[in-house]
């Protein structure tokens, strides 16, 4: 593709999912970001711009490795860093959606990950989502600790914040964050009537291997 690559239907359909991320609940007020990789670069939403008001015009256009320009108008996202970072670190995600989703966040607070309570723990590749330590939002150390938990996983909370899920497209994306907080809020009901007892490491590799053949999404 060349550069001239018309990015409208993507800019609309990023629109859409922050749109469908309020409805859905993950979402409150303008707490939640997207960015999409396109042929040079990726496209982010804006900082702190409600959703209502939003068009096309307003998602931005970040290089993949150069900062945004101070006076960049839109400005990008404030975690612009972590979104560049997860698209350098993973060549093979197309999008990355971050939101505070209040079961997810809320485990996030207890700094604990989401073991394997149920197989649908395997949507993100393995036997748990990961938790990035504490660092300031829009932070580089908050950057590389995200990029490092999605090396490989596709999907992490960050402690006293949110979470974060990477898809090989917008809608695996939003599927994937709509998936990790069903899992947040299945893993809080079982807490209440005692510890939760988790599948095991070749519980988990079985579904792994049936989900070769058969994905949910
Ligand atoms: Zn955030």
């Not at 839109?74 to 990355?96: C, I, L, S, Y």
């Not at 207890?110 to 990035?132: C, N, S």
């Not at 490092?148 to 899920?165: E, Q, S, Y």
Request: charged share 20%; with cysteine; hydrophobic share 45%.
């Amino acid at each position: 593709m060349s550069a001239l690559q018309d990015t409208t239907a993507l800019r609309e359909q990023i629109i859409a999912t922050c749109h469908s991320m309020v409805q859905s609940g993950l979402v409150d007020g303008t707490a939640g970001n997207i960015s999409v990789r396109v042929t040079d670069g990726l496209l982010l939403t804006p900082s702190a711009l409600p959703y209502e008001q939003m068009t096309p015009d307003h998602i931005c256009k970040l290089a993949l490795t150069e900062a945004p320009a101070p006076n960049a108008s839109p400005k990008p996202t404030t975690e612009w860093a972590f979104h560049q970072a997860v698209m350098q670190a993973r060549p093979d995600v197309t999008a990355v959606v971050h939101a505070h989703p209040p079961y997810a966040t809320a485990i996030a607070i207890q700094r604990r990950k989401i073991e394997a309570v149920h197989y649908m723990v395997a949507v993100f590749g393995g036997t748990d989502v990961p938790l990035v330590d504490y660092a300031l939002f829009g932070s580089p150390k908050l950057a590389q600790g995200v990029a490092d938990a999605v090396k490989d996983r596709d999907g992490c909370l960050m402690a006293n914040h949110g979470a974060l899920t990477t898809g090989n497209s917008l809608d695996q994306a939003l599927w994937r964050m709509q998936e990790l907080e069903n899992l947040a809020r299945m893993e809080t009901y079982a807490r209440i009537g005692g510890e939760p007892v988790l599948l095991s490491d070749a519980d988990i590799a079985e579904v792994l291997a049936s989900f070769a053949d058969y994905k949910p999404q």
